[in-house]
């Protein structure tokens, strides 16, 4: 179901984590805050806006690499001796 909100609603909505403005999802059915260190998604249910943040879908974000110890960079640079 497409989300349809009447423009003027859309332009004094704002995310309540940061009050960052809001765009439509079509896709989604969620209102996505446009600032960049947030972009939480917040759905739209039956037509209404459900602007909590307990509700809202945090952006996929890139997995950080793994951090090695020191001690696991030590042994893949020594190998154990072979005991043979």
Do not use: F
Not at 28 to 52: F, H, K, M, Q
Not at 73 to 82: L, R, S
Request: glycine fraction near 2%.
């Amino acid at each position: 179901m497409p989300v349809e909100l009447v423009p003027e609603l859309l332009d004094i909505l704002a995310c309540p984590n940061c009050h960052g403005s809001l765009a439509v999802d079509h896709d989604r059915d969620e209102l996505v805050c446009t600032a960049p260190d947030c972009s939480l998604a917040y759905p739209v249910r039956n037509g209404i806006p459900v602007l909590l943040v307990d509700e809202a879908r945090s952006p996929q974000r890139e997995p950080k690499p793994a951090v090695k110890t020191e001690a696991q960079v030590e042994a893949q640079a020594d190998p154990a001796p072979d005991t043979e």
